[in-house]
């Protein structure tokens, strides 16, 4: 076990809808990073947060949008669902000493968006 | 664009076999990562490379910079190895993680 854990673990959504998912990191870590990994295929990077700034985003549009708070756990938000959401959202926390280096990644379970 | 590319797509192998994984990346990818994903979506992190050679039980992961060439290996294989295998490219800024399709390994008994 990891000790990062994303909620919800499934959901189902309606096309137009927004969907917040949420990630809690591991203790001690204090960069978030979100991927998105449709079915049958790798995870693509969608953004990362360090220190509660986004540092570093994918090719994904603008109605994908983070936070992360003072407890450096997360939030992805996505507005104007489309059927092409469907997929695995996962996280995950490192520890990023200085910038560019950063530590090893531990993840959650994931969260599973269908988009009807 | 970094890029990550990994061979094979798929495996099978015997119990008790040596198995190797390879991947290659582009330039502008400092370290990378061996990752481990079971069905159900959950990954697991294996190793962390910038350089060298890293061993956990009877995993190894090597890393060759110079060519930008990584593999993983798996001595001794049991069937509860038996998952995809997934190497991922971090970006010298530290962000941007670069996945490989990933490699399915069966492992019969």
């Known amino acids: 076990e990891t000790g990062v854990t994303q909620s919800p673990t499934h959901l189902i959504k309606t096309r137009g809808q927004q969907v917040t998912l949420r990630c809690s990191s591991q203790?001690?870590?204090?960069?978030v990073s979100w991927y998105q990994q449709a079915l049958g295929q790798g995870p693509q990077f969608i953004f990362q947060y360090y220190r509660e700034e986004e540092n570093g985003r994918g090719n994904f549009p603008p109605r994908f949008s983070g936070l992360q708070f003072p407890n450096y756990s997360s939030e992805l938000n996505v507005n104007a669902l489309e059927l092409d959401d469907s997929a695995l959202y996962l996280c995950?926390?490192?520890?990023?000493?200085?910038?560019?280096?950063?530590?090893?990644?531990?993840f959650g379970e994931g969260s599973r968006l269908t988009v009807l | 664009k970094n890029e990550v590319e990994q061979s094979p797509q798929n495996l099978t192998a015997q119990e008790g076999e040596f198995i190797t994984i390879n991947c290659s990346y582009s330039v502008g990818i400092s370290a990378l990562h061996w990752l481990q994903q079971h069905p159900g979506g959950g990954i697991v992190s294996l190793f962390m490379l910038s350089s060298g050679k890293k061993k956990h039980g009877r995993l190894i992961a090597t890393i060759n910079i110079q060519e930008k060439h990584s593999s993983l290996h798996i001595t001794a294989s049991h069937p509860r190895d038996s998952a995809v295998y997934i190497c991922a490219g971090q970006e010298t800024s530290g962000s941007r993680l670069t996945f490989g399709e990933g490699t399915q390994l069966t492992v019969n008994p």
């Open positions: 995950a926390s490192s520890l990023m000493v200085l910038a560019g280096e950063n530590g090893e990644l531990f």
């Open positions: 203790s001690g870590h204090n960069t």
